[in-house]
């Protein structure tokens, strides 16, 4: 029955769609499966039932990669990028923070320290645009390079040393490994404003503003932001996951709803096809996971298969989610004092300094929750009054630092309470207005959309985990030992945020490998 | 006005290798030292009588074989003694031990895990490699990465060159030694608690990062390249306490006709139209001289004895964003006699070595967690050592002499440092060992205790900061001390650097000096007197 079947993509986030489709598009069979009764994965629609709705887990992000939106059609099948929105730093004295994508628009921060911060902010982006060959590749190989390897870098080198100039390829050489802490003491002086940085920088990894190697994650969130400016998922007619369901259709790709997937079939080191939860046996001689990387070769795969040194390598791969987070279906609307209505549409922050950042994240090493947590508050329903009953509202927060191991019952309630509290501080009436809460753990995170210990990037994004390191040597280009089994997802190069590129460089490098 | 071919600021160690190299080749030389004494953070010296401390640096290993031998210390009186273990106290009454003997090593791993015990094989093969590899580097010149000169190419093609000796999969090993937490490189091996914290301590040690910070697996290196009689990744007590190192690089300086001047700071280099002429002293006095070497920090070297004008704006701002922070304290410790340590089996060799006392990497890190939020560590990481058990020239017979390194101490607690702070500091420290050694307070006759301010305002380090900068990532190799400014060459014509500031950093491994002396002489077109890296290959 399954004859026929050129490739087969586990987990229909959006990653594994990009990729089914760059697949289909070039003539192949697709067939895609999905454990959920949605695809979308962490940008699938979530529902809090009594009418209450959010666009996704992911509530916040920057457009899809615009070339992928081009190749695949995505426009025409109604991708809409949502609006823009700034970031608001919520400030205890009501002089809050307004930073949009390339200034500050607080009157209570001086202009010179307006204008370091967009000249910081323009070096950045600069130097992010000169490191965005390497995002939109497969990373190279260090030995053994093929040509496509050696243009990537001499690229790279080139546009270092000649695009950047002498004295800025120094300046990104010396910050590239360094922390966001040194760099923003060094060039800004208001507290809140370089905390809002620095959160930008360490959101979603288990890393404070001091820990090295967070200048990177900024740099790789800035070149998300050169596709466009920070957005709200809040219609889900126009999502990244509805448009890359009806392109795929029209590509002619098969997509499998609630079927998940149990074991990845491998004889001799090559993939054989797959096994289904209830018990169904596809063959296929290539298989794509959108899964991450640990789930994928741990369990689906399984490590007898596998060699063990890599077997073992897979086991050590970091990644233990640390952001959980909590919606809240509100009967009004929520009054924050100092704040206007179009800046209620914004990202609300609360992040007063670095040092409160990092001090969060202490608590998260030992397996604790913060004491004073940081705190990030979405309300779609102010672009999207849809999203809730009439006259209501919806909240999406995220909560940081809430470690993995945490899980019992009367934490979480101590969670739900002290996220209130916290944001009652600046929306005083906020308590009044909670008709009901849920809260997603990374526990929780991890069970819902089967990202192992609930990381939003499959994997964390440290130095050592990027590029040909990410997830592992051995797997970094998409494929993998086993003969046939390729990566997609948010585990592999470039890493989490919805770019659409992990799936669009697996595509490139599947197809290129079967040529 | 006195002339001189080359003027050396610091009498450190690296001050006088480069100056004994200088000397060698047939230059005229002057070294001035601000101190009454000589040897920088090199130093033993007589705090409590009868008593003589290493009170900055304490142990010896990482010095270069090379300029040991170019130099012929041991003629000049240098013998460094091989230490045979390292230990660590558990909380729970036991203790874990790491010796030089391979078996009793295995044993001991086996004790604890047997897995740690195979890990411990890939482990110390994997380290060794790239003890190997970086010790190549260690006594060249780095290449600048924004030039296209000959040499420059040539210098980065040899340094490919190495890195393509490894194969494919130990480079990615490489680049993530290179980019990993010491905690985590550590997990990839071991398992048991106190042995993950037990080798991670090399990892913190002077730096202003904790176990969890990604790039502090390399800083294990730093204390694991090092070598006594070839033994790689040994320490060992230099005989008379580390002002034996220093004593032996002067006494090998004057051999050449070198000149010493103490208690002569100095507070300018003079530069006329892009050119050094010599150096000003505190006294008034002016010195002329062709060549001005520094052996201060590259911050303290831009911001405090050059002028304003004769340094870059660029470069200024570059050694203010320099991270050289402090966050090591130090106590030295006159005992009436050894100290009992009843976890250990009678007779142990264990307390001939470094004893630690932290067991775990949890608590390794809050003690880091404590620095960032400029407190001292309340459960610090030490490193204590009692070197008079091996070096009877350090305290009267019987009697005991005790070094304990401390990380982590702020540069700047909450207030400032006041000698009651001070006090709770080193109080802090005794607590802690006194849990393990139950008469160890009452052998205690003296005890000096050390904060980064002192380190600052004695030695002269900025901020007290051990190895003149931070060992980061950022701050290493082309990069050290800037990017633009790592081939030793100051901002003027004639004007060097030669301190740990400088590639391959801190450590007392005189490279940096022997590094600067080459490109000096080259510069002058007299022969190089430096050595070239002895090939274990």
Redesign the interface.
């Known amino acids: 029955m399954t004859k026929g079947i050129d490739v087969i993509v586990i987990g229909c986030g959006h990653n594994g769609l990009v990729c089914a489709g760059y697949l289909a598009k070039a003539g192949l069979n697709v067939h895609c499966f999905e454990a959920n009764n949605s695809v979308g994965g962490m940008t699938a629609p979530y529902d809090l039932g009594d009418g209450y709705e959010t666009a996704g887990l992911a509530t916040v992000g920057y457009p899809l990669r615009s070339s992928i939106v081009r190749d695949l059609n995505l426009r025409e099948h109604g991708y809409q990028p949502g609006p823009a929105i700034d970031t608001i730093s919520l400030a205890d004295n009501g002089d809050h923070l307004v930073i949009s994508e390339k200034e500050v628009l607080s009157n209570n921060i001086p202009e010179d320290e307006a204008n370091r911060f967009k000249q910081l902010k323009a070096d950045y982006r600069e130097y992010a645009k000169k490191l965005e060959p390497i995002f939109c590749n497969k990373p190279p190989r260090l030995k053994n390079m093929d040509w496509s390897d050696k243009f990537l870098l001499g690229k790279l080198g080139w546009n270092a040393r000649f695009g950047l100039g002498r004295e800025s390829m120094y300046e990104l050489l010396r910050v590239a490994g360094s922390n966001i802490y040194d760099v923003l003491n060094d060039s800004l002086s208001n507290e809140q404003l370089k905390a809002a940085i620095a959160w930008d920088a360490v959101l979603g990894s288990a890393m404070g503003p001091r820990s090295p190697g967070t200048v990177m994650t900024w740099l790789q969130r800035l070149g998300g932001e050169l596709n466009g400016p920070l957005h709200q998922y809040c219609d889900v007619s126009t999502s990244v996951s509805t448009a890359l369901l009806k392109a795929a259709d029209s590509l002619g790709v098969t997509v499998h709803l609630n079927a998940e997937v149990k074991r990845i079939l491998t004889q001799d080191s090559k993939v054989a096809g797959i096994e289904l939860a209830n018990g169904e046996a596809l063959q296929a001689k290539t298989v794509v996971s959108n899964v991450d990387p640990r789930t994928t070769l741990l369990r689906l795969v399984g490590a007898p298969s596998l060699d063990a040194m890599f077997a073992h390598r897979v086991s050590q791969i970091r990644g233990q989610g640390v952001v959980a987070k909590m919606y809240f279906a509100l009967r009004g609307q929520p009054e924050f004092p100092g704040l206007n209505d179009s800046q209620l549409k914004g990202k609300l922050l609360i992040a007063p300094t670095m040092q409160y950042i990092e001090r969060a994240y202490n608590h998260s090493k030992y397996g604790e929750c913060s004491e004073a947590p940081v705190i990030e508050v979405t309300l779609p329903t102010t672009h999207n009054p849809g999203l809730a009953p009439p006259g209501a509202n919806m909240m999406a927060v995220n909560v940081a630092f809430v470690p993995y191991r945490f899980a019992g019952e009367p934490e979480r309630e101590a969670l739900v309470k002290k996220t209130i509290a916290k944001i009652s501080e600046f929306c005083p009436k906020l308590e009044s207005l909670i008709v009901k809460h849920r809260l997603l753990t990374p526990k929780d995170i991890e069970q819902r959309y089967h990202a192992v210990q609930g990381h939003w990037h499959h994997g964390e994004l440290t130095l050592h985990q990027s590029f040909m390191m990410r997830p592992l040597y051995g797997a970094a280009q998409y494929d993998t030992p086993v003969h046939g089994l390729f990566l997609c997802g948010a585990g592999c190069h470039p890493g989490g945020n919805v770019t659409g590129l992990p799936g669009y460089n697996a595509a490139k490098r599947l197809l290129k490998t079967r040529s | 006005m006195k002339n001189y071919d080359a003027v050396v600021i610091g009498a450190g160690h690296n001050g006088l290798t480069n100056a004994a190299f200088l000397a060698k080749a047939g230059l005229k030389v002057l070294v001035v030292e601000k101190n009454p004494y000589i040897g920088g953070a090199t130093v033993s010296r007589e705090l409590h009588t009868g008593w003589k401390y290493s009170n900055c640096s304490y142990v010896s290993s990482l010095f270069r074989p090379e300029i040991h031998n170019a130099l012929d210390l041991g003629s000049h009186g240098l013998m460094v003694i091989p230490l045979i273990s390292s230990m660590t106290f558990k909380k729970n009454g036991d203790y874990f031990g790491s010796y030089q003997n391979p078996h009793t090593r295995r044993k001991e791993l086996m004790r604890h895990s047997l897995r740690d015990a195979d890990a411990a094989i890939r482990f110390d093969a994997d380290v060794l490699r790239w003890c190997k590899l970086i010790r190549g580097f260690l006594l060249r010149t780095p290449p600048d990465?924004?030039s296209l000169r000959p040499r420059d190419v040539f210098e980065f093609a040899y340094l490919l060159k190495k890195f393509?000796q490894l194969?494919?999969?130990q480079?990615?090993?490489f680049?993530?030694f290179f980019?990993?937490s010491i905690a985590?490189y550590l997990?990839?091996y071991f398992e048991d608690e106190a042995i993950l914290a037990h080798y991670s301590g090399g990892s913190i040690i002077g730096t202003g990062?904790g176990v969890?910070?990604?790039?502090t697996a390399y800083v294990l290196l730093h204390h694991a390249m090092g070598d006594v009689d070839g033994n790689v990744g040994s320490w060992g007590f230099a005989r008379g306490g580390m002002g034996a190192v220093s004593g032996a690089l002067a006494s090998a300086f004057r051999s050449y006709g070198g000149e010493i001047r103490v208690e002569s700071e100095v507070t300018k280099i003079s530069v006329a139209g892009k050119k050094v002429t010599g150096i000003e002293l505190a006294s008034g006095e002016k010195i002329s001289a062709k060549v001005v070497v520094s052996n201060l920090d590259a911050k303290r070297t831009f911001t405090t004895i050059m002028e304003k004008n004769d340094v870059p704006p660029?470069l200024l701002t570059?050694a203010?964003?320099f991270?050289i922070r402090g966050s090591s304290g130090k106590l030295n410790i006159a005992l009436d006699g050894m100290p009992s340590f009843p976890a250990l089996p009678p007779g142990s060799p264990l307390t001939l070595g470094h004893m630690h006392f932290s067991d775990s990497l949890?608590r390794l890190?809050?003690a880091y967690?404590d620095w960032?939020?400029d407190r001292w560590s309340r459960d610090p990481y030490c490193d204590a050592l009692i070197p008079s058990q091996y070096d009877p020239s350090l305290a009267p017979p019987g009697k005991h002499m005790m070094s304990v390194f401390v990380q982590y101490c702020p540069v700047n607690p909450e207030g400032g440092w006041t000698d009651d702070k001070r006090k709770q500091f080193g109080q802090t420290v005794l607590d802690q060992i006194a849990q393990y050694s139950p008469d160890f307070k009452d052998l205690l006759l003296h005890a000096e205790i050390r904060t980064p301010n002192e380190l600052e305002k004695e030695v002269g380090l900025t901020e007290g900061n051990i190895f003149q900068g931070e060992l980061?990532?950022?701050q290493l190799l082309?990069?050290r001390p800037?990017?633009?400014l790592a081939q030793y060459r100051g901002p003027v014509k004639g004007m060097y650097l030669c301190g740990s500031s400088t590639h391959p950093g801190g450590g007392v491994m005189g490279a940096p000096g022997a590094n600067a002396a080459r490109e000096i002489l080259g510069d002058l077109r007299k022969p190089d007197t430096t050595p070239v890296e002895f090939s274990d290959d």
């Open positions: 990465p924004g393509y194969s494919e999969n480079l990615y090993e680049i993530r980019t990993m985590e997990q990839n990062l969890y910070s990604p790039g660029s570059r203010r964003q991270k949890e890190e809050r967690d960032k939020d980061t990532f950022d082309f990069n800037f990017p633009g």
